[in-house]
């Protein structure tokens, strides 16, 4: 679970979240949900709250694409537009 603001790019478990994609023979279609956060973002910065980690403390250490269900926002700072993209996903 990220902590504090990071640097972009997102790692590729939230990337699939947020857009989707394959990824090691399996096809993530979960991010067609967040279609007004642009790809291209290359200057900025994001934050993840896993509620999913909170609740359940022990399981916390599963990949996020591992699990039974998704509770996080993904947030998004691109700082080239100054605008702000939360994605929330509650599954």
Not at 3 to 31: M, Q, R
Not at 81 to 91: G, M, P, S
């Amino acid at each position: 679970m990220i902590k504090k603001w990071e640097s972009l790019p997102l790692p590729i478990d939230f990337s699939l979240i947020v857009y989707g994609g394959y990824y090691k023979d399996t096809n993530y279609d979960i991010g067609n949900l967040s279609k007004n956060i642009p790809k291209n973002i290359k200057n900025g910065f994001y934050y993840v709250e896993d509620r999913y980690a909170k609740k359940y403390p022990k399981e916390k250490d599963i990949n996020i694409n591992s699990r039974y269900s998704y509770n996080v926002t993904i947030s998004i700072f691109d700082l080239n537009t100054n605008k702000l993209y939360i994605y929330i996903l509650d599954t």
